[in-house]
């Protein structure tokens, strides 16, 4: 025989499904309304949580993302924080599983690469600003130093970017004849020093413009101009050159 339903559980039935029907109902409602927000008034409008849940509408697509993107933000301090920190960190936030934290690095790397193509085939000292946005978003998150040369040529294009040497969290060995031997290479009549500082303070130590002088002391008889050596925090940057330590 058909096996008969109770009315009670008919009802039961009947309030999950309302229940389900309304979780639906609110994050749709909530997700056009931030989407209608960002075209309306642009990004410039939105905190940085906002932005976030934005990207993570596509990343999370059956789950209330805000209290992530809060979790998120809390946690690490600003939207390009978020992006920055490292994987097995993000990957404590409660809802952010691999495939979740790997879509996030995506988004970095986008970004990076267009800041980095910003750069290419114009003069790297005319478009300081695009030069400084471009090595925050490639080393002010890094858990590790990193010691970074841009190789330029006469009319100072950029030639080549590249990681010399990563380091610990506080200190990255210099090699001088290794940064002279390599612009030698590229046949760069320019080099820009760049290098981050990971507890976030961009000061330079009396080391970091010791080392700058003695490669500028090599490179000077070889042809090649030392512009600048550039250290970067998570919140701003310092040029030895614009504080006269070189």
Same mark, same amino acid.
């Given at each position: 025989?058909?096996?008969?339903?109770?009315?009670?559980?008919?009802?039961?039935?009947?309030?999950?499904?309302?229940?389900?029907?309304?979780?639906?109902?609110?994050?749709?409602?909530?997700?056009?309304?931030?989407?209608?927000?960002?075209?309306?008034? @642009?990004?410039?409008? #939105? %905190?940085?949580?906002? &932005?976030?849940? *934005?990207?993570?509408?596509?990343?999370?697509?059956? =789950? !209330?993302?805000?209290?992530?993107?809060?979790?998120?933000?809390?946690?690490?301090?600003?939207?390009?924080?978020?992006?920055?920190?490292?994987?097995?960190?993000?990957?404590?936030?409660? @809802?952010?599983?691999? #495939? %979740?934290?790997?879509? &996030?690095?995506? *988004?970095?790397?986008?970004?990076?690469?267009?800041? =980095? !193509?910003?750069?290419?085939?114009?003069?790297?000292?005319?478009?300081?600003?695009?030069?400084?946005?471009?090595?925050?978003?490639?080393?002010?998150?890094?858990?590790?130093?990193?010691?970074?040369?841009?190789?330029?040529?006469?009319?100072?294009?950029?030639?080549?970017?590249?990681?010399?040497?990563?380091?610990?969290? !506080?200190?990255?060995?210099?090699?001088?004849?290794?940064?002279?031997?390599?612009?030698?290479?590229?046949?760069?009549?320019?080099?820009?020093?760049?290098?981050?500082?990971?507890?976030?303070?961009?000061?330079?130590?009396?080391?970091?413009?010791?080392?700058?002088?003695?490669?500028?002391?090599?490179?000077?008889?070889?042809?090649?101009?030392?512009?600048?050596?550039?250290?970067?925090?998570?919140?701003?940057?310092?040029?030895?050159?614009?504080?006269?330590?070189?």
């Amino acid at each position: 025989m058909p096996k008969q339903t109770s009315k009670s559980t008919k009802k039961n039935n009947t309030a999950k499904n309302n229940t389900a029907g309304k979780t639906k109902q609110h994050y749709h409602g909530h997700r056009a309304r931030l989407r209608e927000r960002f075209i309306n008034n @642009g990004p410039e409008a #939105m %905190a940085d949580y906002e &932005l976030l849940e *934005l990207v993570l509408f596509r990343i999370l697509p059956r =789950r !209330d993302t805000k209290p992530v993107a809060k979790d998120l933000i809390d946690r690490f301090g600003s939207f390009s924080e978020v992006l920055g920190a490292p994987s097995h960190l993000l990957s404590e936030i409660d @809802g952010l599983g691999p #495939m %979740a934290v790997t879509d &996030l690095k995506v *988004l970095l790397a986008v970004a990076q690469r267009f800041t =980095r !193509d910003e750069l290419r085939d114009r003069p790297v000292l005319a478009s300081w600003n695009k030069l400084i946005e471009y090595c925050h978003s490639q080393m002010a998150f890094e858990e590790k130093e990193q010691f970074r040369i841009l190789f330029l040529d006469k009319m100072n294009m950029l030639i080549a970017d590249e990681v010399q040497q990563v380091g610990t969290v !506080d200190h990255t060995p210099v090699y001088t004849r290794e940064v002279i031997r390599r612009s030698l290479e590229l046949s760069a009549t320019a080099i820009i020093l760049v290098h981050n500082h990971p507890s976030g303070d961009p000061s330079p130590s009396s080391a970091d413009v010791r080392m700058t002088k003695a490669i500028i002391d090599v490179a000077k008889p070889l042809g090649i101009t030392i512009h600048d050596h550039v250290i970067i925090g998570k919140s701003g940057h310092v040029s030895l050159r614009a504080r006269k330590l070189i």
